[in-house]
């Protein structure tokens, strides 16, 4: 994927207040640190302060991921708010993490998005909602069928046995 670089040097050099709508239609690509997605699209409306850039939208993108119980590799969708802080000068940012624009008036969204795709990513995404997982003993993906491994309760959970429904 191409840097997610986008010049907003006129806005820089506007009056508090001033507006600027950025159109994000990008993908597929790699964000780093894992995170590959197929599209980014949304638009980002970014609104000059005092000193800083209030960048914030709308964004929707699909992720690869795995199923947290069988590790197939699942295409997660998602959909996420983005809101962020740019600081215009760097004389003005705090010891935290922070992103600005550079010197010469561009805004970097890779960073920021790629932390709230992670941020909005649930722990434990799954493949469908009935997945059955892996056989603990060989390893058999239970989706695509039986094991021959003797599929016998834990002793430790031989005491809930007694709230089991009885069959009729």
Known sequence: MKLLRYRVG???SAPVGSRM?????EGPGDLGYGVEVDYLRGQIELVRSD???LASGTIATQIHTQCARCMEPVAF???FEFEEVFFLSPVDIPGETFYAVTEDGY???TAPLREHILLNTPL????RPDCR?????CGQNLNEGECGCAQEPDPRWAALAAFR????
């Open 51 to 53: 000193r800083r850039l």
């Open 21 to 25: 709508v950025l159109g994000l239609e």
């Open 107 to 109: 805004l970097f969204l």
């Open 10 to 12: 006129a806005l820089v």
């Open 124 to 127: 434990r995404v799954l493949c």
């Open 77 to 79: 969708p998602m959909t």
């Open 133 to 137: 997982g892996l056989c603990p003993e």
């Open 165 to 168: 429904p009885q069959e009729e």
